[in-house]
């Protein structure tokens, strides 16, 4: 499974930013579930939004009415809209895929088998 991240980049806070994961037809069309993670300075890696395999699309606390989760059929890609971004926001950004370990439970992150490089976010005051 290849995961290939695009769309860091550094704004200020209350601006926005797309991050795009591209990853093939077979992980997008199979029953693998999706998401976004991201790893704060000194923090553990922790789960942004998820996609299942029924496309049932969850959200961390700290990010529900500010980001939204899309799955690009056409493009195979996973896309992550950042609006509204703070400063606590700063962190490098995972794409992810794995079947039902992929939960919203920080404890099972590391549990997950297939992570891109990353994308840095970083949001200034």
């Known amino acids: 499974v290849q995961l290939l991240e695009s769309g860091g980049g550094s704004v200020q806070s209350g601006g926005s930013l797309r991050l795009s994961c591209a990853t093939s037809?077979?992980?997008?069309?199979?029953?693998?579930?999706l998401g976004w993670f991201r790893q704060r300075s000194g923090n553990w890696r922790e789960p942004v939004a998820i996609?299942?395999?029924?496309?049932?699309?969850r959200y961390a606390d700290f990010v529900k009415g500010r980001f939204t989760l899309s799955k690009d059929i056409a493009k195979n890609t996973l896309d992550l809209q950042m609006s509204s971004l703070k400063p606590e926001d700063t962190a490098m950004y995972y794409c992810?895929?794995?079947?039902?370990?992929?939960?919203?439970?920080?404890?099972?992150?590391?549990?997950?088998?297939?992570w891109g490089q990353g994308t840095q976010v970083t949001v200034s005051s």
């Open positions: 992810a895929a794995d079947w039902e370990r992929m939960t919203m439970n920080p404890v099972r992150t590391p549990e997950i088998g297939y």
């Open positions: 037809e077979y992980t997008f069309t199979n029953d693998y579930y």
């Open positions: 996609i299942d395999h029924k496309g049932i699309i």
